[in-house]
Structure formats: C-alpha cells, structure tokens
C-alpha cells in the first residue's frame, strides 16, 4: 500500500510513498527495494536540492491529512556495497544508488554517514525526537543497519 503522486517536472515523474504505523508492518531494505521492484519502481533515487523539496513537501502533506503520521524513517535506495573499497578508503565515498543513478547529491544528517555496520540509509522523519547536533530529525540522511525495520 502507499500514496502514489506524479508529477512533470521531474525525470522519475511518479513517485510512491509507503508509511506504515504498524510496527510490525515495517520492512528492511531490501524488503523496501524488493517491494518496490515487484511494483514496477525502485527505491528513491535522490538527484537534487529540488526533488529533495519536492519529498519534504510530499511528507509534510501526508503529515498534514491527519494520518497520524508519527515517528518512523523511509527507506531511500542510497547503500554501500563492499565494491567500492578498492577505489576509496573514504565510508562516505561508498554509497551508490540501488537503481545505479550516479547522482552526487547527498543530504546527510551532521556526522552522518557513521559507517561501520550501517550500510543502508534512510530519510529522517523523527518529529518527536529533540533536536540533536544537526537540527531536527526531519528528511536528512542517515545510515543504518539494513535489517533495521523502516
């Protein structure tokens, strides 16, 4: 299930966002990535100041509709894989796009990415949560664990 939205402006001009209350209804990665695939996309590729807007404003607008959207982060398709390591020894350098965009854009949350065993990211939606180093905890990057459930 999700809300579907399309737009002109952009080159993926379709875009479907998944929240889930429940828990227990929330999925790792590639769970995320598979079910995107099966539905005839792929996780969200990132290009762009602007399409980063275009998302914030979409989340805002679910959040608004009185939901109950609450605390929960959304599974974007940026990863990194050990392939990268022989080109550079810099963590962040690593990341790539699952749909193998090659954008640059990136909008990580301060001392983000933490690397180590966190290897997928996420887009913050943590209205709740007190500001940390970085500000709020709304639509930044993040890495995490990819089994953690988003």
Request: charged share 20%; hydrophobic share 35%; glycine share 10%.
């Amino acid at each position: 299930s999700g809300q579907k939205v399309c737009y002109g402006a952009f080159k993926r001009s379709c875009y479907k966002l998944a929240y889930f209350q429940d828990v227990s209804r929330r999925v790792g990665f590639q769970e995320a990535r598979q079910a995107c695939e099966i539905d005839g996309g792929a996780l969200l590729s990132l290009e762009s100041q602007a399409e980063q807007q275009l998302i914030e404003n979409m989340l805002q607008n679910l959040t608004k509709s009185g939901s109950g959207i609450s605390d929960g982060d959304f599974w974007i398709g940026l990863w990194r894989s050990g392939d990268g390591l022989i080109i550079s020894n810099v963590c962040s350098d690593l990341y790539q796009w699952a749909d193998g965009s090659i954008s640059l854009f990136r909008n990580w949350y301060a001392d983000e990415p933490s690397c180590g065993s966190e290897a997928c990211v996420v887009m913050y939606h943590q209205p709740t949560a007190n500001p940390g180093l970085g500000g709020p905890y709304l639509y930044q990057w993040n890495d995490d664990r990819c089994n953690m459930k988003h």
